[in-house]
């Protein structure tokens, strides 16, 4: 079973050559997010859930967050939190994170989500009167969608009955404020992340403005039944997606592959 998470950086139909690697990748279950649109040919592959994302003055975003699966997709909401300010805030700004269900070809089921935390933080004005102390890094002062992404898996009850996907572009890595936090957090779940699990430490991910490259920020996270059958965890070189003209994306895509 073959794995795909990217952030491809508004891709659309036009931006041939990302598309191409991922047919060539030909994963079983991919992860998308920042796409605006999928080309057919990847759509003939494919079942496709896409959900653009709710901003917090209210708009959508030109983009959308997706799971594409070689097998059929339940995409019925599934998480929800035991505080409701946090699923008010899932719900009320849907598509940051995006939970399905998907069973392949195998008979392999999964809990899959996309994960696409943006850069900014939760408006205070939201929950100066909430109480968040269950859910706010002791390490950050503010409060991200990685914490929302948190609580709701917590509150999921991660177990070894299901195999769990939960990956994408989470804007944070152990060089950030909190960012360990975040990464403990998850690990406290039963979630391991593959890349840094099989490379024995983060792996720089995403391409800055200034064109350095020093930040995990993209992330396949597992549960031991899938960890357990992890054989490789890899990213294509700088070379292959950031030195193109025009590159394919200012984020390398994890590939993972398991038994």
Not at 76 to 98: C, D, F, H, N, Q
Not at 100 to 114: A, M, P, Q, W
Not at 147 to 154: G, N, S, Y
């Amino acid at each position: 079973m073959k794995l795909l998470t990217w952030n491809v950086n508004k891709a659309g139909k036009a931006r041939r050559a990302l598309w191409k690697t991922v047919e060539r990748e030909d994963a079983d279950i991919v992860l998308l997010q920042e796409v605006t649109r999928i080309p057919g040919e990847i759509r003939d592959r494919y079942e496709c859930h896409l959900v653009s994302p709710r901003y917090f003055r209210g708009h959508n975003a030109p983009f959308s967050t997706a799971v594409l699966s070689k097998g059929p997709i339940d995409a019925t909401a599934y998480l929800e939190s035991e505080s409701a300010w946090v699923t008010k805030i899932y719900t009320e700004r849907y598509g940051w994170i995006v939970g399905c269900k998907t069973t392949l070809d195998s008979g392999e089921r999964f809990h899959v989500v996309s994960v696409h935390a943006p850069s900014f933080p939760i408006p205070p004005r939201l929950w100066t009167d909430v109480d968040v102390s269950g859910i706010k890094l002791v390490t950050n002062p503010r409060l991200w969608f990685t914490e929302i992404l948190w609580a709701l898996l917590r509150a999921a009850c991660i177990s070894d009955d299901t195999s769990w996907i939960v990956g994408g572009d989470f804007n944070r890595s152990v060089k950030h404020k909190g960012g360990q936090e975040v990464i403990d957090r998850l690990k406290t779940l039963g979630l391991a992340d593959c890349l840094s699990h099989h490379r024995g430490g983060p792996v720089p991910t995403f391409q800055s403005w200034t064109k350095i490259v020093r930040h995990q920020l993209d992330y396949c996270y597992v549960n031991t039944p899938l960890l357990e059958r992890l054989t490789e965890a890899r990213v294509p070189s700088h070379e292959e997606v950031f030195a193109r003209k025009p590159r394919l994306s200012d984020h390398l895509p994890i590939l993972c592959t398991f038994d």
